[in-house]
């Protein structure tokens, strides 16, 4: 008797264990908003009409325009909008159940490449520079090369990213390499742009109407405009077509069309280019945040 007992008390704790360990991290739900009260969102699967989660957006949740990749805020989600919603496992019994949302990704994708909220559970540096990072549900594997992230190394579990990649493998875990990585932030950043505004916020300062140009699945900023802003001394040699940006020690040179750019006489390989844009010098913002050093945030909201 004492054996039966003693067996049975290990398969369930073996199968207890094992359902533990099944239990996802984060849960997915798409659909239609479908109701919206105060800070809460209800999201309905149109394929199942039965299936719905109400969820409320906080300061926390990262609110996020499809397409794009800017912030929106919380506030911009409407009723009968598509919505994708990342959540924690933690629900109310109640119909439909409640929680707090991760991020919430709205609005129609336009055709542009598509994105992900990717929270990251595991960081595996390799041998070529580039890390694989493994999500907290331990599904998906993406490897991202620092041409497309140049301070890839400093990535570790928790950080939170929008990643855009063309497919993934139907293994499992899936495996992808990022296109595009972005890094999420809370709060404000040291630059803020809104792109429906044609404001940049920085230092105290807002420069209204700015050029802002989308171009080749990034935003491209003006810059000696935003470079003065920020107290640089901007040069221009015209027949290398090179702008030099110096404040003291702080220097950074970019050329047009190419890949390479100088911060403090150390290269930096970026994925996109300067252009000459009707005679203007557009850099994208990743040079401000991986050349300048700044961090940036994007918003599709009036910063």
Not at 135 to 156: M, R, W
Not at 258 to 272: A, K, T
């Amino acid at each position: 008797m004492k054996k039966i007992l003693a067996t049975a008390l290990c398969l369930l704790t073996i199968s207890g264990s094992a359902l533990a360990q099944s239990v996802p991290k984060e849960l997915q739900m798409a659909g239609s908003v479908t109701g919206r009260n105060g800070d809460m969102i209800t999201i309905t699967n149109e394929n199942k009409k039965t299936d719905s989660v109400a969820l409320h957006i906080t300061d926390d949740t990262f609110v996020i325009q499809n397409g794009t990749g800017y912030y929106l805020n919380g506030f911009d989600i409407r009723e009968g909008e598509q919505v994708k919603a990342w959540y924690g496992p933690v629900l109310t019994r109640s119909l439909p159940p409640q929680g707090k949302a991760d991020a919430v990704i709205a609005g129609e994708q336009n055709g542009r490449p598509t994105f992900t909220y990717f929270n990251i559970g595991k960081v595996e540096p390799q041998e070529d520079g580039s890390v694989r990072v493994l999500n907290v549900n331990e599904s998906q594997y993406v490897t991202i090369f620092p041409q497309v992230y140049p301070d890839v190394a400093e990535l570790k579990a928790g950080d939170k990213m929008l990643l855009w990649y063309e497919f993934t493998t139907m293994s499992m875990p899936g495996q992808a390499t990022a296109t595009k990585a972005v890094l999420l932030k809370q709060g404000p950043a040291d630059i803020n742009i809104s792109t429906t505004a044609g404001v940049i916020a920085m230092d105290g300062k807002e420069l209204a109407d700015v050029k802002l140009v989308e171009k080749n699945n990034t935003l491209y900023v003006p810059l000696r405009q935003v470079a003065e802003a920020l107290g640089y001394t901007v040069t221009w040699n015209g027949d290398a077509q090179t702008a030099v940006i110096y404040d003291g020690p702080r220097s950074a040179v970019c050329t047009i069309d190419s890949y390479d750019y100088g911060q403090q006489r150390m290269r930096v390989q970026l994925q996109y280019t300067p252009e000459l844009i009707d005679g203007v010098t557009m850099v994208p913002v990743e040079m401000l945040e991986h050349v300048l050093g700044y961090s940036v945030k994007i918003s599709a909201s009036h910063v």
